[in-house]
């Protein structure tokens, strides 16, 4: 059973920068699609970035390219997301999710994602 730890949340003022960090355990895949969701307070949840453990590949939302990285780091089993520039609608619970397998050529859909962690909170002030 995949389990998934977000941590790295926080509150910052607008421009600023948080790191998310996403610890994985019971990793047996040799691929795993692996992707940042976010949701605000009334609205729908939304994917951010996802990444094929795989291959390194990875997808983006508009609304962060340019300003968000998603990274891995295979050996200690996690998965990062910096975040620069960041912009009061920015401010959500971020959840990082997982599915065996790799990622589509487009940002993966939340449907496809059995493995969820519990989320962390990011607070953006203008």
């Known amino acids: 059973q995949v389990q998934l730890v977000e941590s790295g949340g926080g509150s910052v003022q607008a421009g600023g920068s948080l790191r998310l960090s996403c610890g994985v355990s019971?990793?047996?895949?040799?691929?795993?699609?692996m992707a940042w969701f976010r949701q605000a307070p009334a609205k729908e949840r939304e994917g951010v970035a996802s990444?094929?453990?795989?291959?390194?590949?990875?997808a983006y939302a508009d609304s962060v390219k340019g300003r968000f990285t998603i990274s891995q780091d295979n050996a200690k089993n996690m998965m990062f997301l910096q975040m620069n520039r960041l912009k009061p609608e920015d401010t959500a619970m971020y959840y990082c999710?997982?599915?065996?397998?790799?990622?589509?050529?487009?940002?993966?859909?939340?449907?496809?994602?059995?493995?969820w962690g519990q989320g962390t909170q990011v607070t953006v002030s203008s």
């Open positions: 019971g990793y047996s895949a040799s691929s795993y699609c």
């Open positions: 990444i094929s453990t795989g291959s390194g590949n990875t």
């Open positions: 999710a997982a599915v065996p397998g790799w990622c589509p050529g487009t940002l993966v859909s939340e449907t496809r994602l059995p493995y």
